[in-house]
């Protein structure tokens, strides 16, 4: 797998590899959101407290998740790029933003729609995980905006690599919010120790949905990365060779 | 026979010439104090609240005027260098460049964020805070300011290049400042209420000593980015 | 143990421009190596990689053997640096500004008197920056050339706004630090002022 990794570092070879895994990504990904979205909307039981209202939690769960995954996979990409100098690894920073953005807005609007029939409001400012989610979405954008801003764009990778660590710190708060302060969100469900406090029912759509939502968001991560790559890599004989075959 | 470099006499040389390059330049300071006052006595007026809500409305407004005034500075802390090529030598020196980093940072609290706390309490008045709780709010102002000198350090020297950067540099700062805001504010509603502060000021001094540990060298690193 | 400056398949891109590819060269003491282009050919961006301040595509520079980004600080107390900006606070005078740099780089000031007097300066050694004439502000970024023990130099086009004295000045100066095993890379745009350099690089 290392080999694999090293590889990758090439962008050559990047594009190769992932022009073959985005249609596996995308179809498997397609195939286990149908079957999480169907059994959840449909086939799991309604909640004894919410009633239907809680059939939000297969898209709210799979977005807040997706967002902070994808913060985490900028910031070791980050970490990657600047201390191996691997250049690849800006390209995936620079792709993964906008999508990090709208899974982020997407959770806290889902949430937001959830709260109000569960909570009574539609916001709540006390709550340390909506205002670090939300402190998320700000990193989110002034990563965006510091990145248009620079018109270099090996200066404008590095410096914003920087801003990405530096905001890195807060996923764990993000994550630990709920242990460390009293937040209307409840506690961990999934990874507990004695195993997830929620029904079968409800569990595996929901295991499905987030697995489903994260393979679209790679084979999404993908194509935007191959298309910055090409970008970057524009000058460079291989993608000559490769578009006079016609493979682009 | 030159006397030996030391860490020491790099750091009082830099901390000595920003301080007299503020005090040479007192506009660069008094705009901003200036600004946090007007504003915050200009928000009575737009809210038109009474005496108890302006009361328990006053620390969240004085904190974020404070810092809103604070991130207007925080240009000034490396444009200047680098527009007349002082960064070059200061970046070419011996001297460890995180050193230099935290004086440059520790003359801009001085001459910067010490005025706005000696300030603070004439806006506590105009909010009506007894004088306890405006102790407590200078306290927290204390610790807020140096935390944003040492983050919009890291915002700063990100964007030396960036025309009209103010704006950028509050973006980037103010996600990262949030729970210094959050807190400083909340421990004077605390107090207010009757609550203990501690728990809060502690949070704070933290925030200060992790940014501390790690601002100078991710500003010094960001700088020697941006050196082209 | 003579010093040296090694620098090898050195690439550097401004933007999407390449300024020069696969550059390699190297001098030692008693040199003095010329710089020369046109405008906008990459002489300053080349003296900024030699010196640490930009980080070259491809390439390593050395400095006796090491490369410069391994140790900057012995690397940093070995060179002086003279560029377009004069890197002096305008509302400081040249004493306090020469002071102040003085922490910095451990710079000695016994015969501070003497350089300020061969530069003709010493009438202006106490009025802020900002008064002096621009040959004046050259002469001045100048003296730091004469306190600073450092083997190598790099300057980027010391002679602009200088008069034909103050030229002659320069040159004698700069002379006197080559024979005294001294090494420099000049960039200018009139590389005919130095008849005595040991080689040229142009850039176009």
């Given at each position: 797998m290392w080999i694999l990794l090293h590889k990758m570092a090439s962008p050559k070879y990047f594009y190769s590899i992932a022009s073959s895994l985005i249609p596996w990504l995308f179809i498997s990904g397609l195939l286990m959101m149908t079957y999480g979205m169907i059994n959840g909307l449909f086939y799991a039981p309604p909640d004894y407290q919410q009633g239907d209202a809680f059939r939000i939690i297969y898209v709210h769960v799979p977005a807040a998740y997706i967002s902070m995954m994808a913060y985490s996979l900028m910031a070791i990409a980050a970490f990657i790029a600047l201390i191996?100098?691997?250049?690849i690894a800006h390209a995936v920073i620079v792709s993964a933003a906008p999508l990090g953005a709208w899974f982020t807005f997407l959770a806290l609007l889902t949430g937001s729609l959830w709260g109000?029939?569960?909570?009574?409001?539609?916001?709540?400012?006390?709550?340390p995980r909506l205002t670090s989610e939300l402190l998320m979405l700000f990193l989110y954008l002034g990563y965006m905006a510091l990145r248009a801003s620079i018109p270099d764009v090996i200066k404008a990778d590095k410096l914003s690599a920087i801003l990405i660590l530096i905001g890195a710190i807060n996923i764990p708060v993000i994550h630990y919010s709920v242990e460390w302060w009293t937040s209307l969100h409840q506690g961990s469900?999934?990874?507990k120790s004695g195993g997830p406090s929620i029904a079968t029912s409800m569990l595996y759509p929901l295991i499905a949905s987030i697995i489903g939502l994260s393979l679209i968001f790679g084979s999404l991560l993908l194509i935007r990365t191959k298309a910055e790559v090409l970008n970057r890599e524009r000058h460079s004989r291989w993608i000559k060779e490769m578009i006079l075959k016609g493979e682009i | 026979m030159p006397k030996r470099l030391t860490l020491i006499r790099g750091f009082t040389a830099m901390f000595r010439r920003d301080l007299l390059q503020y005090k040479k330049r007192p506009s660069q300071i008094l705009n901003p104090l200036i600004f946090f006052i007007m504003i915050s006595a200009a928000f009575p007026f737009a809210v038109n609240t009474d005496q108890t809500q302006l009361v328990q409305i006053g620390p969240g407004i004085i904190w974020i005027m404070a810092i809103l005034s604070y991130l207007l500075t925080l240009h000034h802390l490396y444009n200047d260098d680098a527009e007349d090529g002082c960064l070059d030598y200061i970046m070419l020196s011996p001297q460890p460049l995180p050193l230099l980093v935290l004086a440059k940072i520790c003359a801009h609290w001085i001459s910067s964020g010490l005025p706005l706390i000696i300030i603070s309490p004439i806006i506590g008045i105009i909010y009506q805070m007894q004088v306890d709780t405006i102790l407590i709010m200078i306290a927290t102002l204390f610790f807020g300011t140096f935390a944003l000198s040492l983050v919009g350090s890291i915002g700063a020297s990100l964007t030396i290049s960036i025309d009209n950067s103010n704006i950028l540099v509050s973006l980037l700062v103010l996600p990262i400042m949030m729970p210094v805001l959050i807190f400083g504010a909340r421990t004077i509603e605390l107090y207010q209420s009757g609550a203990t502060t501690m728990s809060g000021m502690y949070f704070m001094s933290a925030y200060c000593m992790f940014a501390l540990s790690f601002s100078p060298f991710a500003s010094a690193a960001a700088l020697r980015i941006g050196a082209d | 143990m003579s010093n040296r400056l090694t620098i090898e398949n050195l690439t550097l891109f401004r933007g999407d421009k390449?300024?020069?590819?696969?550059t390699s060269f190297a001098i030692t003491q008693g040199d003095l190596l010329l710089v020369t282009g046109p405008n906008g050919s990459g002489k300053t961006t080349m003296l900024r990689s030699i010196a640490g301040l930009v980080e070259p595509e491809t390439g390593t520079i050395s400095w006796n053997q090491q490369s410069i980004l391994v140790n900057r600080q012995t690397y940093h107390e070995d060179i002086s640096w003279i560029s377009?900006?004069?890197?002096?606070?305008?509302?400081?005078?040249i004493l306090e500004n020469l002071e102040f740099e003085a922490h910095l780089y451990n710079y000695s000031f016994d015969k501070i008197d003497n350089i300020l007097e061969r530069l003709s300066l010493t009438v202006n050694k106490n009025i802020p920056f900002k008064f002096l004439s621009a040959g004046q502000k050259r002469r001045a970024s100048l003296a730091r050339l004469a306190l600073n023990k450092s083997s190598l130099w790099l300057l980027d086009e010391p002679t602009s706004n200088l008069d034909a004295h103050a030229q002659d000045i320069f040159k004698e100066i700069l002379n006197e630090h080559i024979s005294n095993n001294g090494l420099c890379v000049l960039a200018t745009h009139h590389p005919e002022v130095f008849e005595d350099s040991t080689s040229i690089i142009e850039l176009n």
């Open positions: 191996w100098r691997i250049k109000r029939p569960m909570w009574g409001t539609w916001w709540e400012w006390g709550d469900t999934l990874l | - | 390449c300024l020069f590819k696969n377009h900006n004069h890197g002096f606070k305008s509302s400081l005078s």
